[in-house]
């Protein structure tokens, strides 16, 4: 019988994670139309410049669209997409990605919450990240997360919720900072143990999902009782305190010590 961690199996429990089959990673970037540089959309839109790199970071797996160590050597173009309100991508640009991991790719500027892939030889995704919007004008440049196995989990959460609210709910700035709060160093590496040792990329990515749209909701909550724009909190607000209250059991259990059972 597998070992699994008894981290992973009180996650599980607090956030009510059905069992789940396979593993997610194994998707193909969406198609960003003929030519393989901008789409047709973008081709006749104001364009400004994105750059980033992928890395070898995290313990993940390349396998499970996770990055990890093989990253940089299995990683050849960058994918960018927007996410379709059904929680589906549209391709925007694909580019290469260099012999060091890095790549530069024009998209318009009045893209908004964005998915990032690295796509090996076959069009697999082997890592991801978010990247919330394109530079405002042209001629600017926006910088993307570096793709590792904590910015695939990330952007794998986003796109979870996004399938799950299929429209119903905006995917937000204060989402993605709550995502990007709840899914730090120390719970990447419980997650990641957790998928090591048998448990399914699905259901890891959606229990943390829950987790991260739950504490987001609670966010807005409170802004609204105390009558504050939340246009006009400031990014660093969102990873203050009060907004840790929904999700302080998961933060607990990726700080416990690995306790092995069968």
Same mark, same amino acid.
Not at 127 to 149: C, D
Not at 223 to 238: L, R
């Given at each position: 019988?597998?070992?699994?961690?008894?981290?992973?199996?009180?996650?599980?429990?607090?956030?009510?994670?059905?069992?789940?089959?396979?593993?997610?990673?194994?998707?193909?970037?969406?198609?960003?139309?003929?030519?393989?540089?901008?789409?047709?959309?973008? /081709?006749?839109?104001?364009?400004?410049?994105?750059?980033?790199?992928?890395?070898?970071?995290?313990?993940?797996?390349?396998?499970?669209?996770?990055?990890?160590?093989?990253?940089?050597?299995?990683?050849?173009?960058?994918?960018?997409?927007?996410?379709?309100?059904?929680?589906?991508?549209?391709?925007?640009?694909?580019?290469?990605?260099?012999?060091?991991?890095?790549?530069?790719?024009?998209?318009?500027?009045?893209?908004?919450?964005?998915?990032?892939?690295?796509?090996?030889?076959?069009?697999?995704?082997?890592?991801?990240?978010?990247?919330?919007?394109?530079?405002?004008?042209?001629?600017?440049?926006?910088?993307?997360?570096?793709?590792?196995?904590?910015?695939?989990?990330?952007?794998?959460?986003?796109?979870?919720?996004?399938?799950?609210?299929?429209?119903?709910?905006?995917?937000?700035?204060?989402?993605?900072?709550?995502?990007?709060?709840?899914?730090?160093?120390?719970?990447?590496?419980?997650?990641?143990?957790?998928?090591?040792?048998?448990?399914?990329?699905?259901?890891?990515?959606?229990?943390?999902?829950?987790?991260?749209?739950?504490?987001? /909701?609670? /966010?807005?909550?409170?802004?609204?009782?105390?009558?504050?724009?939340?246009?006009?909190?400031?990014?660093?607000?969102?990873?203050?305190?009060?907004?840790?209250?929904?999700?302080?059991?998961?933060?607990?259990?990726?700080?416990?010590?690995?306790?092995?059972?069968?």
């Amino acid at each position: 019988m597998k070992k699994i961690s008894a981290k992973w199996s009180m996650l599980a429990l607090v956030l009510g994670t059905a069992v789940a089959t396979g593993c997610s990673s194994g998707t193909s970037a969406p198609d960003p139309g003929s030519g393989g540089s901008e789409s047709a959309a973008s /081709q006749n839109a104001a364009l400004s410049m994105v750059t980033g790199h992928v890395t070898n970071d995290g313990a993940g797996s390349t396998d499970w669209g996770l990055g990890g160590a093989k990253t940089i050597d299995v990683a050849r173009t960058i994918n960018i997409s927007t996410i379709n309100p059904d929680g589906t991508l549209k391709g925007l640009v694909q580019g290469a990605i260099d012999g060091l991991g890095g790549y530069s790719v024009k998209v318009p500027t009045d893209a908004k919450m964005m998915i990032v892939q690295a796509l090996d030889a076959s069009g697999k995704v082997v890592g991801s990240a978010i990247l919330e919007a394109a530079a405002s004008a042209v001629g600017q440049a926006a910088l993307a997360a570096p793709i590792n196995t904590q910015s695939s989990l990330q952007a794998q959460a986003l796109l979870d919720i996004a399938g799950t609210l299929k429209g119903s709910a905006s995917l937000s700035a204060n989402l993605v900072a709550q995502i990007r709060a709840r899914i730090d160093a120390h719970l990447t590496a419980a997650l990641t143990a957790a998928v090591t040792a048998g448990a399914s990329v699905n259901a890891v990515v959606h229990a943390v999902a829950n987790a991260a749209f739950v504490s987001s /909701q609670a /966010q807005l909550v409170t802004f609204k009782k105390g009558n504050v724009d939340i246009d006009s909190v400031p990014p660093a607000m969102y990873r203050s305190p009060s907004s840790r209250i929904m999700c302080r059991a998961a933060e607990e259990i990726a700080s416990m010590p690995e306790t092995q059972f069968a």
